[in-house]
């Protein structure tokens, strides 16, 4: 499986950015995909996370009511709508796949995925 994120970019304090990451490979129908993302000095943390099969979301509390995770099960791929972007959401986002399909209902850790893609950064300025 192989995970192509891409989207990233500078945008100002208040802008918004769209995020994609395309699955390829023998992912099956039933997999999550989510969305971590990493700051310079800082721990990969969760973002959002979607179940392809039922739709299922889960978002982090700080992104809650910005972000939005999408899916198209026709391309196998998610999307991350970020929407009233702040400083702090600079960082380098990572999309992961999950193949046990395990349906969000709490915050995922990073090793209940299985494969990740290659990040993409995002920058906001103030």
């Known amino acids: 499986v192989q995970l192509q994120a891409s989207g990233g970019g500078l945008v100002q304090a208040g802008g918004s950015l769209r995020l994609s990451c395309r699955a390829s490979?023998?992912?099956?129908?039933?997999?999550?995909m989510g969305w971590f993302r990493q700051a310079p000095g800082k721990e990969r943390e969760f973002v959002a996370t979607?179940?392809?099969?039922?739709?299922?979301?889960y978002y982090a509390e700080s992104v809650k009511g910005r972000f939005t995770i999408s899916r198209d099960n026709a391309k196998n791929t998610v999307y991350l709508q970020m929407n009233s972007l702040k400083p702090e959401d600079t960082a380098v986002y990572y999309c992961?796949?999950?193949?046990?399909?395990?349906?969000?209902?709490?915050?995922?850790?990073?090793?209940?995925?299985?494969?990740w893609g290659q990040g993409t950064q995002v920058t906001v300025s103030s």
């Open positions: 992961a796949a999950d193949l046990a399909g395990v349906v969000p209902l709490r915050t995922p850790l990073p090793a209940q995925y299985q494969y």
């Open positions: 490979g023998r992912t099956g129908s039933n997999y999550g």
């Open positions: 979607i179940h392809l099969s039922f739709g299922v979301t």
